[in-house]
């Protein structure tokens, strides 16, 4: 069975900066791309950010310029560098792997439990 875990969250002043981290573990037989979503008090979840095998990557217009995704599929490890931390970036952010697993050779979207990140003074 294929995890994934987030960790990094926490409470930061505006301004500040975070970095998440998302390690996925099991049996799995290529990561083909990893992403960042986050869920507001009273919102439906939305993109953040992704990264795909080949390096390239993407962001939602609200976080480019202070946000940066990296990752390594040989490590199975996911990052997201957060600096200039709004209130509203307050958010559970949640790890998304397109994995396929290394038993039935299945392509599925698996999710992390989530982090909270907090942006108050």
């Known amino acids: 069975q294929v995890q994934l875990v987030e960790s990094g969250g926490g409470l930061v002043q505006p301004g500040g900066s975070l970095r998440l981290s998302c390690v996925a573990s099991?049996?799995?037989?290529?990561?083909?791309?990893m992403a960042w979503y986050r869920q507001a008090p009273g919102k439906e979840r939305e993109f953040v950010a992704t990264?795909?095998?080949?390096?390239?990557?993407s962001y939602a217009d609200s976080v480019k310029g202070r946000f940066t995704i990296s990752g390594d599929n040989a490590k199975t490890t996911v990052y997201m560098q957060m600096n200039s931390l709004k209130p509203e970036d307050t958010a559970v952010y949640y790890c998304?792997?397109?994995?396929?697993?290394?038993?039935?050779?299945?392509?599925?979207?698996?999710w992390g439990q989530g982090t909270q990140v907090t942006v108050s003074s």
């Open positions: 099991g049996s799995i037989f290529r990561i083909n791309a």
């Open positions: 990264i795909i095998s080949g390096g390239s990557t």
């Open positions: 998304k792997g397109d994995i396929t697993d290394g038993v039935r050779l299945k392509r599925v979207d698996y």
